[in-house]
């Protein structure tokens, strides 16, 4: 689940000024709500229904939500139904045929998703602690016992990625390893592992892959593995469909730009003050499509297939 934030390194600031613009642009908008309208008159399922989708993060991804949903239900008024994907593509395919009403992505997915014809519009990103900005780390690891310490030596192994749609997961590890002169398609042999928590399994257990990738939130959990580079990636976005109505949309906005767990709390959603709720939650700061313009650069950089529409 990438509810992790942590200050913005000064690298991934000189990178977003250091590239071209990728071809593809987002179709997001931002206002509240888009001319065209769906069957269902802009809605997922029916206007009692808003369909509030994630990528597979974790087995924890659906308890992780649950909080954020019930307070989504209670400022909207609507039922919402979880909808969690067998993979990264299967979510990108339901949110372009309009079958999510809000959802968290990661930042590669939502631009792959709006590529591929989905409209959406980024509301905000979690933040996990007071003070801190949206983002978090796409972290390279190698088993707790291993003498591997550098992407260097990633050359020839076998490397766990999450999924070819992860931004943490995938794109900017692909863009690391180019940059350290290895070939991420000839250079190793990739292993999808699915889930981020997998994928450090795997790695743990150094069997299946010996070395790869994964958000830091999952990687943290393990004595299995060691971190032995770091990469801060853009904060997931909260999205909501473009096509809803325009008074569902406003609400969407005015609950979920910018709200602290306290908010949640005060709402009546007594789930959320949970330790388990404030391991992962504190607030949520806006961001905007222009906010993922690094991530488009990066799909330049590496040619990545997910990135053309």
């Given at each position: 689940?990438?509810?992790?934030?942590?200050?913005?390194?000064?690298?991934?600031?000189?990178?977003?000024?250091?590239?071209?613009?990728?071809?593809?642009?987002?179709?997001?908008t931002g206002s509240a709500g888009a001319d065209e309208t769906s069957s269902t008159s802009g809605f997922a399922v029916d206007e009692n229904?808003?369909?509030?989708?994630?990528?597979?993060?974790?087995?924890?991804?659906?308890?992780?939500?649950?909080?954020?949903?019930?307070?989504?239900?209670?400022i909207t008024g609507k039922s919402v139904e979880y909808h969690e994907s067998t993979d990264y593509a299967a979510l990108i395919e339901a949110a372009a045929a309009g079958k999510v009403d809000v959802a968290s992505f990661s930042g590669f997915t939502y631009v792959t998703a709006t590529n591929n014809g989905a409209k959406l519009t980024p509301?905000?990103?979690i933040v996990t602690e007071e003070g801190q900005e949206p983002g978090y780390y796409s972290q390279a690891i190698v088993p707790a016992d291993s003498d591997i310490s550098s992407l260097e030596d990633f050359k020839g192994k076998k490397v766990c990625f999450v999924d070819p749609s992860s931004t943490s997961g995938y794109l900017f590890?692909?863009?690391?390893?180019?940059?350290?002169?290895?070939?991420?398609k000839t250079d190793i042999t990739p292993?999808?592992?699915?889930?981020?928590?997998?994928?450090?399994?795997?790695?743990?257990?150094?069997?299946?892959?010996?070395?790869?990738?994964?958000e830091d939130s999952e990687v943290e959990k393990s004595d299995a593995v060691k971190v032995i580079a770091e990469t801060m990636v853009p904060g997931a976005p909260l999205v909501y469909s473009s096509t809803l109505p325009d008074d569902v949309a406003q609400k969407l906005i005015d609950g979920l730009s910018e709200i602290t767990i306290d908010d949640i709390i005060a709402a009546g959603i007594d789930s959320a003050d949970t330790d388990s709720f404030r391991s992962v939650f504190y607030a949520t700061k806006p961001v905007d499509d222009?906010?993922?313009?690094?991530?488009?650069?990066i799909c330049k950089e590496t040619e990545a297939e997910q990135c053309q529409g």
């Open positions: 689940m990438k509810l992790r934030a942590l200050p913005v390194l000064a690298g991934a600031a000189i990178l977003a000024l250091g590239l071209a613009a990728c071809s593809g642009t987002a179709e997001a229904t808003l369909v509030f989708g994630v990528v597979p993060d974790s087995v924890d991804t659906e308890t992780n939500y649950q909080p954020l949903m019930d307070y989504i239900a209670e509301i905000s990103s590890p692909s863009y690391n390893l180019l940059e350290t002169g290895i070939d991420p292993v999808f592992a699915g889930k981020h928590d997998v994928s450090v399994q795997k790695v743990g257990e150094g069997v299946e892959c010996e070395v790869g990738f994964a222009a906010y993922y313009d690094l991530i488009r650069d």
